[in-house]
C-alpha cells in the first residue's frame, strides 16, 4: 500500500487549497477509512478529518468544522481534502493516512498504519 499526497502550497488567508491522496491498493483490498492529520513545526500531529470507506460517514476536527472537507472519488482510490478560508494556523505539513479497518478511534494518529509522505501548507496573513 502507498499512499501519494499532494497539493499543498503558499496561500494568503482566505484562501482555499484541495489537497489529494492516491493510494495504492491491492485488487480486492479497502480502506476501512482514510484520514488527513497535520503537524506544525514544534507541535504535535493532530487530527484534521477522515472518512469510513463503507458508510461514507465523515468527521472532522472542531477547529476545521465548516471550512475544511473531506470527500473520495472511490474509482480513483483518491481522498480529498477541501480546504477553504485558510488561516495562518493551519499552516502545517498535511499528511494522510488509512487502515484498512474502522476504527472508533479515528481521530487518533497511531491507530494508522499505512501514511503519505506529507504536503506543506502555509498560510500567510
Known amino acids: 500500500v502507498q499512499l501519494q499526497a499532494s497539493g499543498g502550497g503558499l496561500v494568503h488567508a482566505g484562501d482555499s487549497l484541495r489537497l489529494s491522496c492516491a493510494a495504492s491498493?491491492?485488487?480486492?483490498?479497502?480502506?476501512?477509512?482514510m484520514a488527513w492529520f497535520r503537524q506544525a513545526p514544534g507541535k504535535e500531529r493532530e487530527f484534521v478529518a477522515a472518512?469510513?470507506?463503507?458508510?461514507?460517514?465523515?468527521y472532522h476536527a472542531d477547529s476545521v468544522k465548516g471550512r475544511f472537507s473531506i470527500s473520495r472519488d472511490s474509482a480513483k482510490n483518491t481522498v480529498y481534502l477541501q480546504m477553504n478560508s485558510l488561516k495562518p494556523e493551519d499552516t502545517a505539513v498535511y499528511y494522510c493516512?488509512?487502515?484498512?479497518?474502522?476504527?472508533?478511534?479515528?481521530?487518533?494518529?497511531?491507530?494508522?498504519?499505512?501514511w503519505g509522505q506529507g504536503t506543506q501548507v502555509t498560510v500567510s496573513s
Open positions: 493516512a488509512a487502515r484498512l479497518h474502522y476504527s472508533i478511534a479515528y481521530y487518533a494518529a497511531e491507530q494508522y498504519y499505512y
Open positions: 491498493i491491492g485488487t480486492g483490498v479497502s480502506f476501512g477509512v
Open positions: 472518512r469510513r470507506w463503507g458508510t461514507g460517514s465523515t
